[in-house]
């Protein structure tokens, strides 16, 4: 329950009928700890006739926000008086850390309940002075947000939203950096798949990568998305970082028509010079990042080519999230939450077969494990079920298994079958 304080104290001097105390019940509230105060939506403002009293810096540092004068805050049959920070309209009213201390409120994850920690007759608006100061503090860094008797925000695991430039809107054409230099064409063009500098990569991110040349300065592509949740954000993307050469781009994320996040990319290395990937090809991938909060809704993200670079410009990944501690490593995707709910590596592999799993394993197929971990070339093996069925599986070489394409290699390369490596063997 939040309540207009003003008209709380006209109300007991007959200044004010008691039904026309402007109050508002709101049941969707987020416990936040990475807030400090109690923040309220323009609209909710307006409706208790609040009055603006001054413009702070927000905590996430980047913005500034208006306080309101201060209102009667009861959650839980617990009251007090608090200033008002305003937010945007689609941001819930926020419960930050001060009016939790002042109730004497500490979340428990568990039960996604608050719990107070002092009989309420205690509860006013004064800061505990009988609790040990130490003990005050080891409750705080207990409290995590959450959604008031509904679910702990926390509990939720980090966003990760993963795109790939290459389709973006505003790519046009191709840009190839190995047929000699390329001209500027005003846009984005897709690059890939990749030459052998991207495959000892690993190859590209998913389809393919974009560039433009060295000279392109102006190209834009961009995309439109969901944040789903408000907080601090950082842009990563991973693209071509030259040695010794400079290859600039801008990152920007608009919402509501305003630059929310925007920085560039690609002015300084990402990848040390001793890199080998750098030494060798005079470039390698490498991820940059850009950071700053966002808002839960709509928003744009454009990549943007405003002036030329010394060398070409190649993107080819994209990952935003509220995770702020994940180091991107290549091509590999971050842990999305699908993927803890999935035990890919179970104990028992051979339950995985399906209705193979009965089918002994031959005992010529045990082989050294490389790196121990057992490994098949599995492209370079015949599949024909009839043939399998034929063989007694005990009897089984590795170079029997092998495709009748690296047979013949094989067999032209050494007069010998039985003591072929494997590489040598199961390569088609
Ligand atoms: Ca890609």
Redesign the pocket.
């Known amino acids: 329950m939040i309540e207009n304080l003003k008209d709380l104290w006209d109300s007991p001097r007959n200044l004010l009928p008691t039904d026309q105390v402007r109050r508002l019940e709101v049941r969707d509230a987020l416990v936040d700890i990475g807030a400090t105060l109690l923040s309220l939506p323009t609209r909710i403002i307006q409706q208790l006739g609040k009055t603006e009293t001054k413009r702070v810096t927000s905590s996430q540092g980047a913005g500034q926000a208006d306080m309101f004068e201060a209102v009667r805050l009861t959650i839980q049959g617990r009251s007090c008086t608090m200033d008002v920070m305003e937010v945007p309209d689609d941001v819930p009213v926020l419960i930050g850390q001060l009016p939790l201390e002042h109730l004497d409120f500490v979340v428990d994850r568990r039960s996604r309940t608050l719990i107070a920690i002092r009989p309420t007759a205690a509860s006013t608006c004064t800061n505990s002075i009988e609790e040990p100061l130490s003990m005050k503090r080891t409750l705080l860094t207990l409290l995590l947000s959450f959604y008031a008797g509904a679910t702990l925000a926390a509990d939720k695991p980090p966003i990760y939203l993963w795109f790939?430039?290459?389709w973006f809107d505003g790519v046009q054409g191709r840009f190839a950096y190995h047929g000699g230099p390329s001209k500027p064409t005003g846009s984005w063009g897709i690059a890939?798949p990749g030459i052998s500098a991207e495959w000892t990569q690993g190859g590209?991110?998913?389809?393919?990568?974009?560039g433009a040349a060295a000279e392109e300065t102006a190209a834009e592509c961009h995309r439109e998305f969901i944040v789903p949740r408000a907080g601090r954000y950082k842009v990563w993307v991973?693209y071509v970082d030259h040695r010794s050469a400079t290859e600039p781009f801008k990152v920007q994320i608009e919402q509501a028509g305003k630059a929310a996040v925007s920085g560039e990319l690609g002015v300084q290395p990402v990848v040390p010079p001793g890199d080998e990937y750098e030494l060798y090809w005079g470039f390698s991938f490498g991820w940059g990042a850009v950071e700053g909060p966002l808002k839960v809704g709509p928003a744009k993200l454009t990549l943007k080519i405003d002036k030329p670079g010394e060398a070409w410009r190649q993107?080819?990944?994209v990952l935003i999230t509220d995770d702020l501690d994940y180091q991107p490593i290549g091509r590999e995707k971050p842990p999305f939450a699908y993927v803890s709910a999935m035990n890919l590596a179970p104990g028992d592999a051979a339950a995985w077969r399906g209705s193979a799993k009965s089918l002994p394993v031959g005992k010529a197929w045990q082989r050294p494990r490389p790196g121990q971990k057992d490994f098949s070339m599995w492209t370079g093996v015949d599949a024909d079920a009839k043939w399998w069925s034929a063989q007694d599986l005990d009897q089984l070489s590795r170079y029997d298994v092998c495709s009748s394409k690296a047979r013949r290699r094989a067999t032209s390369a050494t007069s010998s079958t039985s003591s072929l490596p494997a590489a040598r063997t199961c390569r088609s």
């Open positions: 790939e430039p290459e890939g590209e991110s998913e389809w393919n990568s974009m991973r993107l080819d990944a």
